[in-house]
């Protein structure tokens, strides 16, 4: 996956909303107003979302005579956990660290 690819996931996803519709599609395929339902704006700005996230290759649109079901694809997904993943090391250690410096704490309020 290149840096480009990458920004244009993460830019997708950084809308609450549009994380939201890829929760929902999860689920499975579903058209423009079944994913607008539980949202407080437009058929049409909910059309706007999907059109990011299809430019950012997280889902797929198809034609089903006059309904356009959406769906998840999941290799820009996987391409970025991958990305993510690479940090796991890091976060791991601090998190390591943290567990240790909680214990030295708890051990010396109950020494005392």
Do not use: C
Request: proline share 4%.
């Amino acid at each position: 996956m290149t840096v480009d690819q990458l920004s244009t996931t993460f830019a997708a996803l950084a809308d609450p909303t549009r994380r939201a519709i890829i929760a929902r599609l999860v689920e499975g395929e579903a058209t423009v107003n079944q994913l607008a339902e539980p949202f407080p704006i437009t058929v049409q700005a909910v059309s706007k979302h999907l059109k990011v996230l299809e430019r950012a290759g997280l889902i797929v649109r198809g034609r089903s005579a006059q309904l356009r079901p959406s769906r998840l694809q999941g290799a820009a997904l996987k391409d970025a956990a991958d990305w993510l993943a690479g940090y796991r090391g890091f976060w791991e250690h601090r998190f390591d660290r943290l567990d240790e410096h909680l214990r030295e704490i708890e051990k010396g309020t109950t020494n005392e």
